[in-house]
Each structure stands twice: as structure tokens, then as C-alpha cells.
T-cell receptor, first 115, second 116 residues
Framework: AQSVAQPEDQVNVAEGNPLTVKCTYSVSGNPYLFWYVQYPNRGLQFLLKYITGDNLVKGSYGFEAEFNKSQTSFHLKKPSALVSDSALYFCAVRDGYSSASKIIFGSGTRLSIRP | ETGVTQTPRHLVMGMTNKKSLKCEQHLGHNAMYWYKQSAKKPLELMFVYSLEERVENNSVPSRFSPECPNSSHLFLHLHTLQPEDSALYLC???????????????FGSGTQLSVL
């Protein structure tokens, strides 16, 4: 069975500092991994995905994520946080052999950037 | 804007009421989804439609009834709900649920439902 875990409910970072939002996963085959962001009173927006290839994936708004197969992790990172990055971040995963309807989302991590 | 519009934005209903949530996508996508978002819980997939045919029904109680009259519109009909059904209900669309790598989902802003 597929699963995804976001171990932190909330991450607090000062503006200008690097940030990391953690995600670990479990799938039976090759993982397809995603990050989505939800701003207040909005739906989720796609940030980036890993399907195959380079383990470091770059996405929207200066975010990147590193796929680590041995640790089954896909942590979201940004070198320098902005106050406008404050939002709810969701990690998602699916088995590469299943359809898009089998995407599993985590419970979300609230990122708070203080000025 | 994501191209996916949900109405109403907020809904308060009693346990004996009947109401409907509406979703419309202007992206030309073939697949549409209903998700339930509750605080500090994983996003919960409820229903998936591909070309107006239901392809996924994740053990959702019958008090939730989806309808997809065409590939641009999706409804969620609600009746005799329970207080624990209070949540944010999100609609999403994607180009085609069957294409293996094309899984970018476009979400609406959701309907915040409160059941009294």
C-alpha cells in the first residue's frame, strides 16, 4: 500500500533563512512524487514533481526538492525564505504503474515565515 | 486563477437539509475529482470521473452523491449529513486520469461546509 508522511505539523523559519519541509513515502514500485502548496482560502497549487532522472527537482517560486531513494524521502527546500512562502504544503506520492487517481496526499505542513 | 471554479464558497446546513456543491473547469480536461480536506488529516480522495464515467469511489457514504453531466461540470449532492462531515471540499481536474505521467492536478478554492 502507498503512504506518505509529513512528520511536522508546523515549521517556523525566519525570513532569509533556508527552509526544509520533510516528506517520506512508501510505495511498492517506482515512486512519482509531488509537492503542492495551499495559500489561505485557495485550493492546492502544483509546485514540482519527480518522475525520473536528476534527484534534485526545481519548481515554482524558487522551491526545489531532493529525491533520496535510500531514505525514501522527498524533502522540499528553499535557500532563502520569504514571508510570502507562508502557506500549507502537501507532499503526495503514487506508484508509477497506477493511474493518476491513485495519488496519495500527506496531512500537510504549515510553513510560517517570520519577518 | 486555476481554471477550476467551485460554488458556493461557504455552506452551512442542517442534518436534514439537501444541498449541492458545484464545480466547473475551463481547462478542457477529461478527468475531475472530489477531495475532502479536514484539519491535520491527509487529503481524502472521494470520487474520480473520467469522461463523465465514475472510475473511483473510495468507500464514501451514500449521503454523498456525485454527478458528472459532462466533462466540464461536477456536482456533489449532499443529504442527511453528519456534523463530522464538516470540512473543506475540493474539486480538481486533470488532463486525463489514464495518462501515466500527466498527473498535475488543478484545484478549485473549495467549499467550506459546516453541518449543524
Amino acid at each position: 500500500a502507498q503512504s506518505v508522511a509529513q512528520p511536522e505539523d508546523q515549521v517556523n523559519v525566519a525570513e532569509g533563512n533556508p527552509l526544509t519541509v520533510k516528506c517520506t513515502y512508501s510505495v511498492s514500485g517506482n515512486p512519482y512524487l509531488f509537492w503542492y502548496v495551499q495559500y489561505p482560502n485557495r485550493g492546492l497549487q502544483f509546485l514540482l514533481k519527480y518522475i525520473t532522472g536528476d534527484n534534485l527537482v526545481k519548481g515554482s517560486y524558487g522551491f526545489e526538492a531532493e529525491f533520496n531513494k535510500s531514505q525514501t524521502s522527498f524533502h522540499l527546500k528553499k535557500p532563502s525564505a520569504l514571508v510570502s512562502d507562508s502557506a500549507l504544503y502537501f507532499c503526495a506520492v503514487r506508484d508509477g504503474y497506477s493511474s493518476a487517481s491513485k495519488i496519495i496526499f500527506g496531512s500537510g505542513t504549515r510553513l510560517s515565515i517570520r519577518p | 486563477e486555476t481554471g477550476v471554479t467551485q460554488t458556493p464558497r461557504h455552506l452551512v446546513m442542517g442534518m436534514t437539509n439537501k444541498k449541492s456543491l458545484k464545480c466547473e473547469q475551463h481547462l478542457g480536461h477529461n478527468a475531475m475529482y472530489w477531495y475532502k480536506q479536514s484539519a491535520k488529516k491527509p487529503l481524502e480522495l472521494m470520487f474520480v470521473y473520467s469522461l463523465e464515467e465514475r472510475v473511483e469511489n473510495n468507500s464514501v457514504p451514500s449521503r454523498f452523491s456525485p454527478e458528472c453531466p459532462n466533462s466540464s461540470h461536477l456536482f456533489l449532492h449532499l443529504h442527511t449529513l453528519q456534523p463530522e462531515d464538516s470540512a473543506l471540499y475540493l474539486c480538481a481536474s486533470s488532463q486525463d486520469v489514464r495518462i501515466a505521467t500527466n498527473e498535475k492536478l488543478f484545484f478549485g478554492s473549495g467549499t467550506q461546509l459546516s453541518v449543524l
